[in-house]
C-alpha cells in the first residue's frame, strides 16, 4: 500500500527556549547544522521575539549566519510574535516561513505575547501582509487548540470556527497546537475530521507536546484523520515557558520515526545523519 509521506517539522528552537540556561551560540549553530543533514521538512530554528521575554533566542541572527543550507532540503522557520519580529525575519533570504502563535485563550494569549486575540488577529493579517511582499509563508499555530488549563471558554468547534477565519485571511499553513499537553484522541480526531475536508487547500499540522505515556494516542488519532504533518523534537525536548511552571515536552522525533516504521510510512531522512543529531543532543541539552 503507498501511503503519502509525512511532512516532518523538527523543533530545535522549541526545545532550547524554555532550557534552564544559555547554550552557547556555537553549539546551537553545530546542532542546527547537524539536523540540516537529517533532511526534515522544515526546521523550526530560532525566533525574532524580545530578548527579555525569551532570552535563550537573543542569538537568532548569529545562529542563522552560521547554518549551512547548501545541500540540504529542509526549509527554515522563524517564530515571531509581532510585526516587528516579522520584518526583521523578512530581511533574510535564507527564512521560508515565519510562525506566529496565535491563542484561542484570552489568557494565553496576552502572557505569550502581551496582546488580545483581537489584537493579535490584526497582528496576523499585517504579518500576512509583509510575507507576500517578502516572499515568505506564513504558519499560524492554533494555540490552545485542544483545550487550555485556564477556564477561558473552549470547544472544538471554536478552534474550527478560528481557523476558517485565518483562512479567509490567506494563510496556507495551520498547525493544531496542543500547548499544556491536553489533548486527547477524541478531541483530536473530530478536530481534524472536520478541517481537513472542509479546508483542503491548507496545510494542516499538529504541533502536540506529551507527557511520555500518551503520545502515541495522539499520533494515531491525528493520522487516523487525516494529518501529515508533524512537528517534534529531539528527545522530547521543550515546551512553551509561557505556558506553565511545569513544561510538557514535545513529542519525541525519534518516537515519531520508530512509529512512522511500525506504521510502514515513508521516511526520507539520513538515518546516519540523525543518529549523530541524537548524540549531539545530549551534549547540548545538559
Not at 533574510?92 to 488580545?116: A, H, V
Not at 495522539?218 to 521543550?238: H, T
Request: glycine share 8%; aromatic share 10%; hydrophobic share 40%.
Amino acid at each position: 500500500m503507498q501511503h503519502t509521506p509525512l511532512r516532518l517539522v523538527e523543533c530545535p528552537r522549541d526545545a532550547m527556549q524554555g532550557w534552564n540556561h544559555f547554550i552557547p551560540t556555537d553549539k546551537k549553530i553545530a546542532y542546527l547544522n547537524q539536523l540540516l543533514k537529517v533532511g526534515f521538512d522544515v526546521l523550526d530554528f530560532g525566533s525574532f521575539v524580545s530578548p527579555k521575554a525569551i532570552p535563550q533566542m537573543a542569538d537568532t541572527k548569529e545562529v542563522l549566519a552560521g547554518l549551512k543550507l547548501d545541500g540540504t532540503r529542509s526549509k527554515l522557520l522563524a517564530i515571531i510574535a509581532n510585526t516587528r519580529g516579522a520584518e526583521e525575519a523578512c530581511a533574510f533570504d535564507e527564512i521560508t516561513y515565519l510562525g506566529f502563535p496565535f491563542s484561542i485563550s484570552e489568557t494565553f494569549q496576552k502572557r505569550n505575547t502581551n496582546k488580545t486575540i483581537a489584537e493579535s488577529l490584526s497582528q496576523v493579517e499585517e504579518i500576512q501582509k509583509l510575507c507576500l511582499q517578502h516572499g515568505k509563508q506564513l504558519v499560524v499555530y492554533i494555540s490552545m487548540g485542544f483545550g487550555n488549563p485556564y477556564g477561558d471558554e473552549y470547544n472544538a468547534q471554536i478552534a474550527i470556527d478560528w481557523v476558517q477565519r485565518l483562512s479567509g485571511l490567506g494563510i496556507g499553513v495551520i498547525s493544531m497546537a496542543d500547548t499544556v499537553g491536553v489533548a486527547e484522541p477524541q478531541g483530536i480526531n473530530y478536530i481534524f475530521r472536520h478541517l481537513i475536508p472542509e479546508f483542503p487547500q491548507l496545510q494542516i499540522g499538529a504541533h502536540f507536546h506529551s507527557a511520555p505515556d500518551n503520545w502515541r494516542e495522539k499520533l494515531d488519532a491525528a493520522y487516523a484523520s487525516g494529518c501529515r504533518m508533524f512537528d517534534s523534537s529531539l528527545k522530547g525536548i521543550g515546551g512553551c515557558p509561557m505556558a506553565k511552571d511545569e513544561l510538557v515536552g514535545n513529542i519525541a522525533t525519534e518516537q515519531l520515526v520508530h512509529w512512522c516504521e511500525q506504521m510502514e510510512l515513508p521516511v526520507q531522512l539520513d538515518r546516519a545523519a540523525f543518529a549523530e543529531a541524537m548524540m549531539m543532543a545530549g551534549e547540548v541539552f545538559i
